[in-house]
């Protein structure tokens, strides 16, 4: 009997020393999201008051009056640009704006207010960067204070999932400051 228990022993001892393998976690797996390199087109709309860079990846879906959505499909983002005219309520259509941009704050875990300023082309505005699971992850608006302004967000197809989407929306807001930067008021 005790040679079969030293025996069952040894046999332990030795499945022990062979299987005894330093083994490693695997690494969490991250998706690799390619997106190519932007190429940007002057987009104009007959009869509204401004003129920007939009990139090629996208496509414009015209809405009533000069209001768009720059579409991007494989995305399933959108940035979607309202534009309206200014007659003497500016505080109004600001105090509106800033409104809506807060009321992202429920879902946030950070809104940064980034000023733009170009006093040379008659621009003035906000970029707001929005960080965590909130519906929006950019917006921005654009104005000369007197006659134009226009305000866009980032939006996309699903259900807002920051770790998902930061690759697409880190390059919506490479759009959209492209956006800001090239507009001109006509």
């Known amino acids: ?30 998706l690799r999201l390619e997106y190519p390199t932007a190429k940007y087109e002057t987009y104009y709309k007959d009869g509204c008051g401004y003129v920007f860079d939009k990139n090629d990846y996208s496509y414009v879906k015209e809405k009533n009056g000069c209001s768009v ?12 640009l309202s534009y309206r005219t200014v007659n003497g309520d500016i505080k109004k259509i600001l105090t509106d704006v800033q409104k809506l941009t807060y009321e992202h704050v429920v879902k946030a875990d950070n809104i940064i207010e980034q000023p733009y300023v170009n006093p040379e082309k008659r621009k003035f505005g906000m970029f707001y960067e929005v960080d965590g699971n909130a519906a929006s992850q950019s917006q921005f608006y654009l104005t000369d204070s007197v006659s134009h302004f226009i305000m866009g967000s980032i939006y996309f197809d699903s259900r807002p999932n920051y770790d998902s ?6 390059y919506l807001k490479d759009d959209v400051r492209r956006i800001m930067e090239s507009l001109e008021w006509r």
Do not use: H, Q, R
């Open 1 to 30: 009997m005790n040679n079969k228990i030293v025996s069952f022993i040894i046999i332990m001892l030795g499945f022990a020393i062979v299987s005894c393998e330093d083994t490693l976690p695997k690494p969490n797996a991250m």
């Open 69 to 80: 959505d720059l579409v991007y499909p494989e995305m399933k983002g959108t940035i979607y």
């Open 165 to 170: 989407i930061l690759p697409a929306a880190v």
